[in-house]
DNA sequence: GTTAGTAGTATACAAAAGGTTAGTAGTAAC
DNA sequence: GTTACTACTAACCTTTTGTATACTACTAAC
């Protein structure tokens, strides 16, 4: 497929926002993603992934786990035998045609720190608005 | 780098979870990324990218418009010799090193379009909760 | 002179997303 | 018996995001 460097057609440039519209549809937002990669680790319960990830609550957390579910990204296992009944989230197969998507936003996301750190340390401080999240 | 496949460390988790958090940050958002892909087909002027985008406002492209400035993806030129006065948008070279999130998102977004249509033919009506956007 | 376009801002409001607190029903440790 | 853990849910609140309408000040076409 051709990049996204300067001067695609006009063509190209709605195919390119109707495909990534798709996708942001699905797993934009704030958690989707996140919840994704905590799952890469393997298999995880409920408080479990609430620990892990940091920041989300369980209410957010569970009604983001719906969405995943029903689209096809996350299966959740109910042990019906185990008393309290222990429910185990993983990740599915779909959600490994993730890889790409999630290795380009790592990937960018370590880049864009380094940058902003680099900027800092040579005095060019700017507004909060503009700076990464804490460390 | 490594994959997101399945079976990451914790310690490659974190750092995941931090990368991609740093991204979102920045890009994330229902606008952001449509700016800028709208942008790459050359310079445009304010009306112009509202309307090439569809369904974003004024007062929101405006603001995104200012985030993407101070973010350094979006250079703003304004032509005082004519009258009125005309305003260009462009993308800046940073906003270039988002060539591989974008490529990746938008294969993604092709791919899952074409499955979702492809279960809706077979019959497999779900609700709209999963599906894509309108054509 | 009326209409439309330029690049927005102001105001007000509605909707969506996310956060806070508390609570359920059961178990198990101290 | 008190505390804590499990996997959530309900009610409520705040923040963010988006929408609608109107307005500026100027130009150009009809």
Redesign the interface.
């Known amino acids: 497929?051709k990049?996204?460097?300067?001067?695609?057609?006009?063509k190209e440039?709605n195919?390119?926002?109707?495909?990534?519209?798709?996708?942001?549809?699905?797993i934009?937002g704030?958690w989707k993603?996140?919840i994704i990669?905590?799952l890469?680790?393997?298999r995880k319960r409920f408080n479990e992934l609430q620990r892990?990830?940091g920041g989300i609550s369980a209410r957010v957390l569970s009604n983001e786990l719906k969405?995943l579910e029903?689209?096809?990204f996350v299966h959740r296992n109910v042990h019906t035998d185990a008393t309290p009944v222990i429910v185990e989230y993983e990740?599915t197969d779909y959600a490994?045609?993730?890889?790409?998507?999630?290795?380009?936003?790592?990937?960018?996301?370590?880049?864009?720190?380094a940058r902003i750190k680099k900027a800092a340390e040579l005095g060019h401080a700017?507004?909060s608005?503009?700076l990464?999240?804490q460390d």
């Open positions: 497929m990049g996204l460097g300067q001067n695609i057609t006009p440039c195919s390119h926002l109707q495909s990534v519209g798709d996708a942001l549809y699905v934009g704030k993603l996140r990669i905590s890469s680790e393997g892990s990830i969405e029903m689209n096809g990740r490994d045609s993730l890889r790409d998507v999630l290795g380009a936003l790592s990937a960018w996301g370590k880049m864009h720190r700017k507004s608005n503009t990464i999240t």
